[in-house]
């Protein structure tokens, strides 16, 4: 029996990455998924990963979709809902960067990332909420950022998205608590992923100069963690964001 037998975990974002992380790690503690991304096929993924999932012995289904559309948002839950039976597990993983000076940013950028990032994790609270009501209470796990606690110049964009994931998961803690659900947040720090390998050598040596544990996180440092907000263990734990960044903001 593993921390998650008996459950169905839902996660935006993950084709892969950290979110495809947290999915492999789910299946792991027994978790059924079904997880997003905005298109599931071969060439970005999405389906090796389902075949990854699948391949722990657990149900996997991954599903295209525009996390930004409220109504689509609406229509996908209520269909995966039907496919699994029941939803006890949300991570808002669904994320973009399009990073630039505020001077110099653009409304559109400013648009996508707010859209992308933070009205995809209200769609599908929004959605799932009833449902989580319905069953047996359940986890929102929201994907935050170091950035999203502490800011980060050229980033307002994606650190205000992630601020506002802190905020969201606060507040629906407060408003659905008495039902049984929890949110809570995690924020990461230097996370070595796709996006980070991509940058020079000298910015990726000065960041974890920085990091007391002199190392880059794991997508798996990550995952361990929402494995921990996902499961019983954490039955007392909401409104709560833990940083994962080596210590790097303490």
Not at 194 to 208: C, F, G, N, S, V
Not at 210 to 232: E, K, Q
Request: with cysteine; proline share 2%; charged share 20%.
């Amino acid at each position: 029996m593993g921390l998650l037998t008996g459950k169905v975990a839902l996660i935006t974002g993950a084709a892969r990455g950290i979110g495809k992380a947290i999915a492999l790690k789910f299946a792991d503690e027994g978790a059924d998924i079904a997880f997003t991304d905005l298109v599931i096929d071969e060439e970005h993924g999405g389906l090796e990963t389902e075949r990854e999932i699948a391949a722990k012995g657990v149900k996997a289904k991954g599903y295209s979709g525009n996390a930004a559309d409220f109504a689509e948002t609406e229509a996908l839950v209520n269909q995966i809902n039907k496919d699994f039976g029941h939803i006890d597990i949300l991570v808002n993983n669904a994320g973009i960067t399009k990073d630039g000076l505020m001077l110099k940013m653009t409304e559109q950028q400013w648009d996508a990332v707010i859209n992308v990032n933070l009205k995809s994790a209200f769609n599908f609270i929004h959605a799932i909420t009833p449902i989580m009501m319905h069953e047996r209470g359940g986890s929102i796990i929201n994907m935050s950022s170091v950035v999203g606690v502490h800011g980060n110049a050229g980033q307002c964009n994606y650190a205000a998205s992630k601020a506002g994931l802190i905020a969201l998961a606060k507040s629906i803690g407060q408003e659905i608590g008495r039902r049984g659900i929890r949110a809570n947040a995690i924020a990461p720090g230097f996370i070595d992923t796709a996006m980070t390998q991509a940058l020079p050598e000298d910015i990726r040596k000065a960041w974890i100069q920085n990091i007391p544990l002199r190392r880059a996180g794991t997508v798996d440092d990550i995952a361990n963690v929402a494995t921990f907000l996902a499961s019983d263990m954490s039955s007392y734990v909401s409104g709560q964001v833990i940083q994962v960044d080596g210590g790097m903001n303490m």
